[in-house]
């Protein structure tokens, strides 16, 4: 948050978006809505939106590695790839 108030004091932006995994921890969010105290519009998803994918990467992986495909540790992430 120390580095999210010098961001507000830098531009003056007053709106933040919190998205991602992150959003879906309560401190996280907590602090976030105390901003709206210093007149900062504050938006974010409903906490059933706020996943995480780890579970779908888990099974992606399960179900390569039974059908023997193994990554050496050189393997680099692909953000975009088809699964």
């Known amino acids: 948050?120390?580095?999210?108030?010098?961001a507000i004091e830098k531009t003056g932006i007053k709106t933040i978006a919190l998205a991602g995994g992150v959003s879906c921890n309560s401190y996280i969010r907590k602090e976030f809505l105390?901003?709206?105290?210093?007149?900062?519009?504050?938006?974010m998803p409903d906490l059933k939106?706020?996943?995480?994918?780890?579970?779908m990467i888990a099974s992606a992986g399960y179900y390569n590695?039974?059908?023997?495909?193994?990554?050496?540790l050189d393997l680099n992430a692909?953000?975009?790839l088809k699964l």
């Open 49 to 55: 939106l706020c996943t995480d994918n780890a579970a």
């Open 65 to 72: 590695y039974i059908e023997g495909n193994r990554s050496t």
């Open 1 to 6: 948050m120390e580095n999210v108030n010098k």
């Open 34 to 43: 105390e901003l709206e105290e210093q007149q900062i519009n504050v938006y």
């Open 78 to 80: 692909i953000p975009n």
